[in-house]
Structures are given as C-alpha cells and as structure tokens.
C-alpha cells in the first residue's frame, strides 16, 4: 500500500524538493547582497554583479548536472550527495567584515571573490538540483515522466514565492544572523529531501531501453519531434531569446534602484517577474497566451517611449510599473519562445544549459561589458532593440519572391524617414502653437507635458504601425532608430559637456546656458557652480547660503568655528566654500570619478579656491572615518547619496555610533536626507532615542530665490545635548524631530525600507 501511495506522490514529492531547493537557491542571493553593500558604499552596481556571478554559478551547476547525467544512475546519486554534504561545511553563511575592498578601482573582483569563498559551493549545488532532479524523474517509471518539464514551474514558483518573501516577511523581521542559521537549517532539510528522491529513483527506475525518455517518433506538447531537428541554429536561438529578458531584468533593476535604494525589494522585483513568466510558460498553457503577449510588446514598448522621454509627471510607482509590465511581457515572449521549442527529455540538461548560457551572457554584457563600452545606460534600450528585433513576424525570407528592390528600399526608408521625423517632432515642430488650455484642464496637467506627449505619441504610433506591414525585423529596426537617435541627441541638447560612468553610476557635467556648471549622479542634481567669476565661490543648491547647510556654518564660524570637518561624499566640493583659513576639511568619497571631476577646474573651482585645507580620502565614508583619531571632528556631514539611492549603511545605529566617536563633545552632526521617494526622519528620530540624542530637522523650500541658486532640501541635526545646536535650538527653521510608531531604529543587519516609503 505504502509503495503504491509513493508511486502516485512521486510528482508531487519531486516537486516539493525542488521547490524547497528553489527557494533557498533565490533567497541566499538578496541574503548574501545585503551583506556586503556595507563594504561597497551601498551602490545599485553591487546587486547587477552578484546576479552576473550567480549567473555564472547557474550556468556551471548546469554543465555539472550535464556532464554526469550522462554517467550511471548509481554514480549521479554519489557524487551529488557528496557534493551536498561536503558543502555543509560553508554553513551558516556570513560575510567577515576584515574583507574590505580596495578604494583603488573598480571593486568587481573582489565581489566576485567575496562571493565565491562565501556562498560559492553551496549555490553551485544547489543550481544543479532543478536539473538533475528533473532527469532522476525522467528516469521512473510514472506516466508524467515521460514529459518532466512540468518540474520547472514548481522549481520557479519556488523562487518567486522566495524571492517576494525576502522584502516583505524575511527582511523586516529576521536580522542578517537570524536569516543565516534558518538558510543552513532549510539546507540540511534538503539534504534529506534529496537522499529522499535518490531512493526513490532508484525504487521506481524505468529499466527499458528507453529509460523513462519518450519515444523519437513522439512529441512534446510544443517541444521538438526528434533528435535532428535541435540544431545549431535552435541552440542559438535558444540562446538569443534567453539573453534579452536576462539583460533587461538588470537593466530595469538598475532602473528601479538608482532613483530609490539599493535594497533587496527592488533587486526582488524584476528577478521575481523573470520567474513568474518560466512558471507560466512551462506550466502547459494555452497557445493563445503566447500569441496575446506577441501582440502586446509592439504596444508595450512603444507606450514605454511615450512615457520616458515624455517626462510625464505622475506617481512615480506607475512610471516604474509601465517599465515592469513591459519587461514581463518581453521575458513572456522570449521565454514561451523557448518553451514552445523544448526539445525532448533526452536533451533535458543541454536545453537548460544553452538556456543559462543566454542569461550568463546578458549578465556579461551589463555588468562587465557596458560600463566599459557606454557611459550611459545604453544597454537597457538595447535589449529593448534585441527584443523588438526578435518579435516573430511575416515570412522569414524577407527578400525572396518578386520585386526584391521593393523590400530593400522599405528597409532603408523607414529609419531614414524615422530619423528625420523624429528631429523634426522634436526641434522643429511648433507644436506650442495649438492652443491645448481646455485639454490640459480637464486632464489637470500642464501644456507642457501635452506637447511633449503629442510629440511622442506620433512617433510610438508610427513605430507601432509598422507591425501590421508584417515584415520580419522591420518593428525592431524602427524601434532601434528611434530609441537610439532620442539617447543620442538627448546629452547634446541638455548642454553635456563630460560625462563618465564608473562602478558606482553615471556622472554628467553640463553647462546650463551660460550661467552655471552642473553635476548629475544618475538622474540627480549634486551640485553646481556659477560661471560668473564674480559669484564663483558662491555655494548654491542644496548648500546655498540661506539654506540649512550655510545657517549651521554661520552659527559654528568667527569664535565658534570648527578646526576639522568631515564630509561623506564629494559632490562639487561647494561645501569647501565654507572653510575658513585655520580650519581643515576632510572629504570622504568611494567614486574616483566625482574626485577626478571635482578637483578639475575646468569644471568645479570650489576645492582649488578653498581657503583652507582640504583633503581627499578615497572610499567608502565609514569604513575609512574609521581610521580617523577619536573626538577628531567638530562637525560630520552626510551627503553621501548617488541619485536619490540611499547608502542604507550609513543610516545604522553602529554607524551613527561610529559618527559620535569621532565626533569632539560638543560637535555636531549633519545628515542630508532630501529624497524624492522615501522620509528619513523617523530612522533618524529613532536612532536618535534610542541613544538620547538632540535632533532637529530643517526643510527648506528654497526661498523663492532665482536663478535656480537654492534648491528644496531637507537636513537633520544631531548632537549630544541641546545646548550644542548653539542658537538654532531656537531657530524656528529648526524643529524638533517626529519618529513614527512602526518605523525603529536600522541596524547593519537590519533594516525596513517599506516603513518610510513614499506610497
């Protein structure tokens, strides 16, 4: 009776384990890339190299689970088991805070080092489980063996269930430690699940000659017949189509966290939509499914062209829901794609291989290749063009039959006419002149925004209208030229005048009119100078004069004036301007970029015409304040944000401890917390109490000045007592700081990013 019941459970209890295996195997990664952002600045790039090293490992516990399926039954088990239980040994994981990076250069390798000594062997055992689980089945005797792929949906339902659990239970209520000793116990738990499956296998093994694999004459449900038909051209297509949705899910992650956090709901989010569409695929649906999605992406991306360059304002998650749903439409269309091709159970291991080798390859390419060959973010919309390339479509042989000079001048005039619409629409076009008050206030928006989506409207619509000519390629082509002509000619109109991407993001220097000299992070602006000799020195934006930063530096100066300062993050260096003869500043900056940039008067004066003394330390703010003498500092200021992404490190109760150790008793420190998306001050009111701490919060407006020299900001002070805010305790710009009841203080291992969110 027992035996019988297992025979019938054995779909269900192969699920099980792979599910488990699953979800630990996606669970250790945003585990492991909130272990070491501490030691890399908190940067979104640190996220995009781990996914390119799990990538990586995928891709080799897939050749591994290849190579010995081709091996004895007997041997498999034995050597996987083995592997499973010598990788124990890196239990319970955890991350040594003596591997510090070096402030030199770019931090990829140690990453990936870091990584492969922490996490290396059991990520690698457990990325081959989903495939050789799949051919253990394949190999029994049940009628579902005979088309195993079924397995992989419950593998990724596994993982996306993971991953969104991550964010949203596992995060805000296990500290780092807590989530390390229950990853262990859940890997001991399928160490039994696998010895498990081992002796099922083996209990019910198909000893035909077929072994369990389905007849060469038979056919999956939209897989391929037989062995000849997987060519080199499926391999390689197999490949392309895995690429593009890999290289998009980094894309849009970096996206998503360089305008918000570097934290792990935002890493979750794209990674669990990559997933749900393999679930979907793979779980038998429909063929209609896969048809509506082709149909859908022509007017996904072309809406996604309308609204980015638009600048259409709105609630900024339905901007990041218009980039995600076309994502998932494209991993949708190039994953049902692949699932519509599989081959038979025979080539089961390949197929995943080749599958991998795709997403290995677009990990490549965003995280190796393109911050070296682009200074912008140009391969997003060129997985974008991929994606519209390979929209299937017409008739392969798009040049045979009659008239072939027809098809080639189609092919050549769309992107001409394309180019030359879109420099009309966008410079030459008097679209200002229709009068759209009546439309704009029924909408509640301004002109403004309605011509630039005229603008835009026109040319999505005359890209989407090329689908229906039903030529191969033609929409991806049209989609190329348009895109890449808008990045092109996008910095030439904004006045760029040197851009640069490192590690830790994209750097823009542009000279607005003839007044003024800027620096953007990302999509942020950092600072900026006057091009006026006269009002060189003059400190502007967020650092103006009348604004919180120069109100704390008039209350410290004259008698009162501090003798060293400390700043994380560079910036312009408008904060030198501030430094008096006497007094000693010292900036903490992780991007060699912003150094290069800043100390260059070509572009910023504010470090060579500094009246005092200035010096650069490069690397990340907190692990180099370490090295700085106790009660060194009379004022500490934190302006260390890239775009308006938070360096969650630098906001923990051990590093606001670390702050008041170098901190002299009565100096003072200063945060800037401006961010469009998330509010500080409860973090901060709460570290504050729980270490009985003054605080005081200032939100400046900008003050009506012109000019653009003031810019909306917001700051907290902190301090030992009352009495050491000096007279800006009875500032009225001042007030006392409010926490929120769900909203504690951040520790290194714990931290809760949703509590502040700006729904």
Not at 148 to 153: D, Q, T
Not at 267 to 291: E, G
Not at 699 to 715: A, I, Q, T
Request: aromatic share 12%; net charge positive.
């Amino acid at each position: 009776m027992l035996t019988r019941v297992l025979f019938i459970l054995l779909p269900t209890l192969y699920s099980v384990t792979l599910f488990l295996s699953a979800g630990l195997l996606f669970v250790v990664e945003p585990m492991i890339g909130k272990m070491i952002l501490p030691l890399l600045g908190g940067t979104p790039a640190v996220w995009n190299t781990c996914m390119m090293f799990f990538q990586a490992l995928l891709l080799a516990g897939y050749g591994y689970a290849h190579i010995i399926s081709r091996t004895t039954i007997n041997r498999q088990i034995f050597i996987h088991l083995v592997i499973l239980i010598t990788a124990c040994v890196a239990l319970p994981i955890g991350i040594p805070r003596q591997w510090l990076p070096s402030a030199e250069g770019s931090p990829i390798a140690y990453i990936l080092r870091l990584l492969l000594m922490s996490v290396g062997l059991p990520f690698f055992i457990l990325s081959s489980n989903s495939l050789l689980l799949q051919k253990w089945f394949s190999r029994s005797n049940h009628p579902s063996a005979r088309d195993p792929y079924f397995l992989y949906s419950a593998s990724n339902l596994g993982s996306m269930l993971a991953l969104i659990s991550y964010p949203t239970l596992i995060e805000p209520h296990f500290r780092l430690a807590e989530q390390s000793r229950l990853w262990a116990a859940g890997f001991l738990l399928l160490l039994l699940g696998a010895v498990f499956c081992a002796w099922l296998v083996k209990k019910y093994l198909n000893t035909s000659p077929s072994e369990g694999e389905l007849d060469p004459n038979e056919r999956t449900d939209g897989g391929v017949a037989d062995d000849s038909r997987v060519t080199f051209r499926e391999r390689l297509r197999w490949v392309l189509l895995a690429f593009v949705p890999s290289s998009l899910m980094l894309g849009v992650t970096a996206y998503l966290s360089t305008d918000v956090a570097a934290i792990p709901l935002f890493w979750v989010v794209p990674l669990a939509l990559y997933l749900l569409s393999f679930i979907i695929v793979f779980a038998r649906v429909p063929a209609v499914v896969h048809r509506m999605m082709i149909m859908l992406l022509p007017v996904s991306i072309s809406t996604l062209v309308i609204v980015n360059f638009a600048n259409m304002e709105g609630p900024k998650w339905i901007m990041f829901s218009m980039h995600l749903i076309n994502f998932f439409i494209y991993c949708m269309v190039c994953h049902g794609a692949i699932a519509n091709s599989r081959p038979t159970a025979r080539h089961l291991t390949e197929f995943y291989l080749w599958i991998s080798v795709g997403g290995v390859l677009g990990g490549v390419f965003n995280a190796l290749i393109a911050p070296v060959a682009f200074n912008t973010l140009l391969e997003y919309p060129l997985a974008l063009i991929f994606g519209a390339l390979l929209l299937p479509a017409g008739r392969e042989n798009i040049f045979g039959g009659q008239r072939k000079w027809r098809i080639v001048l189609l092919y050549v005039a769309v992107p001409a006419a394309l180019v030359m619409l879109t420099y009309w629409s966008t410079n030459k076009w008097n679209i200002e002149d229709i009068n759209l008050k009546v439309l704009a206030d029924f909408f509640h928006v301004d002109q403004k925004i309605l011509f630039q989506i005229a603008i835009y409207s026109v040319l999505g619509l005359f890209c989407y209208g090329l689908v229906f000519l039903k030529k191969p390629y033609l929409f991806g082509i049209a989609i190329a030229t348009l895109l890449l002509t808008l990045v092109m000619t996008k910095d030439i109109y904004r006045g760029t005048v040197y851009q640069e991407r490192s590690f830790y993001g994209i750097l823009t220097v542009v000279k607005e009119g003839g007044d003024f000299m800027s620096l953007y992070h990302g999509t942020t602006l950092h600072g900026k100078q006057w091009l006026d000799p006269d009002k060189r020195f003059d400190p502007l934006t967020y650092y103006a004069t009348k604004g919180p930063v120069g109100q704390v530096f008039a209350e410290f100066s004259g008698a009162k004036k501090k003798d060293y300062i400390a700043v994380a993050g560079l910036g312009t260096g408008s904060i030198a301007a501030y430094v008096w003869p006497g007094q000693e500043i010292h900036y903490y900056e992780i991007d060699p970029a912003i150094k290069r940039i800043a100390s260059s008067p070509r572009y910023f004066s504010y470090l060579n015409d500094c009246r005092g003394q200035v010096k650069l330390i490069l690397g990340d703010a907190r692990l180099m304040m370490e090295k700085a003498p106790p009660h060194h500092y009379g004022i500490i200021i934190l302006d260390a944000f890239s775009s308006d992404a938070i360096p969650v490190h630098l906001l923990t109760q051990e590093a606001v401890n670390l702050y008041f150790s170098k901190l002299k008793q009565d100096g003072v420190l200063l945060v800037h917390i401006s961010n469009r998306y998330v509010d500080l001050a409860p973090v901060l009111a709460s570290l504050t109490n729980a270490k009985g701490y003054a605080a005081r919060v200032c939100k400046d407006d900008g003050g009506g000045d012109l000019d653009n020299e003031r810019n909306v900001s917001k700051w907290v002070l902190m301090a030992r007592r009352e009495t050491d805010f000096g007279s800006l305790a009875n500032n009225n710009s001042w007030k006392n700081i409010e926490g929120k009841p769900n909203v504690s203080a951040w520790t290194d291992d714990f931290s809760n990013i949703l509590s502040i969110f700006k729904w």
